[in-house]
């Protein structure tokens, strides 16, 4: 783990987490969900080294999402569905289900009502209303997307996608790609 405005190595997980696994942080650092093949996800007190819930998904994961206020999670792979749990309770509440391929990345929107996912072989990210379970926005890009990030105000995406690891933004209010600005970070 880094502390992003030093550069500062703060922690390893060598003993915990190996590099075939996948793992997103909480905003505050204190939470990592980590996923590694054949077994069950789990969320972990990174302060405390503890497990603290396990979820039932036994896709073979490729993107995590955490929310920003951590009361929910979204995990996608194989199975091409996203699946969404309580973190509290570790419950499964909803799939995510439009014609989709393999996930590979996840992101939520500030206010946590939106996800965003981006797939492996289609060439379509697309925006979810979580309160409805569907699809409000799509937008085209040149392949399978690698990373996805949502800016603070909720009005742009900033996405990579395999064909050449540009980072590339996507206003969503204007519905179009629009320049990068200098700004090539994909962690808002």
Same mark, same amino acid.
């Given at each position: 783990?880094?502390?992003?405005?030093?550069?500062?190595?703060?922690?390893?997980?060598?003993?915990?987490?190996?590099?075939?696994?996948?793992?997103?942080?909480? /905003? /505050? !650092?204190?939470?990592?969900?980590?996923?590694?093949?054949?077994?069950?996800?789990?969320?972990?007190?990174?302060?405390?080294?503890?497990?603290?819930?396990?979820?039932?998904?036994? /896709?073979?994961?490729?993107?995590?999402?955490?929310?920003?206020? !951590?009361?929910?999670?979204?995990?996608?792979?194989?199975?091409?569905?996203?699946?969404?749990?309580?973190?509290?309770?570790?419950?499964?509440?909803?799939?995510?289900?439009?014609?989709?391929?393999?996930?590979?990345?996840?992101?939520?929107?500030?206010?946590?009502?939106?996800?965003?996912? !981006?797939?492996?072989?289609?060439?379509?990210?697309?925006?979810?209303?979580?309160?409805?379970?569907?699809?409000?926005?799509?937008?085209?890009?040149?392949?399978?997307?690698?990373?996805?990030?949502?800016?603070?105000? !909720?009005?742009?995406?900033?996405?990579?996608?395999?064909?050449?690891?540009?980072?590339?933004?996507?206003?969503?209010?204007?519905?179009?790609?629009?320049?990068?600005?200098?700004?090539?970070?994909?962690?808002?």
């Amino acid at each position: 783990m880094w502390d992003s405005s030093t550069g500062e190595c703060l922690q390893t997980f060598a003993d915990y987490f190996n590099q075939s696994d996948v793992n997103t942080c909480s /905003d /505050d !650092g204190v939470y990592c969900l980590h996923a590694e093949p054949q077994s069950k996800p789990s969320l972990w007190n990174v302060v405390k080294k503890e497990c603290v819930q396990q979820f039932d998904n036994d /896709d073979l994961l490729f993107s995590l999402a955490l929310s920003n206020e !951590g009361k929910q999670c979204a995990m996608g792979g194989m199975q091409e569905i996203i699946k969404l749990f309580d973190v509290a309770s570790g419950k499964h509440i909803m799939e995510l289900k439009d014609n989709l391929t393999i996930i590979n990345a996840l992101a939520y929107m500030p206010g946590d009502k939106l996800l965003v996912s !981006g797939p492996e072989e289609d060439d379509e990210i697309k925006v979810w209303d979580l309160g409805s379970g569907k699809v409000i926005q799509k937008f085209k890009h040149n392949g399978a997307t690698i990373a996805l990030a949502c800016s603070p105000d !909720g009005k742009r995406i900033a996405y990579s996608d395999r064909s050449d690891s540009v980072v590339r933004y996507f206003d969503l209010v204007a519905a179009k790609e629009v320049p990068s600005e200098g700004s090539y970070c994909l962690l808002w």
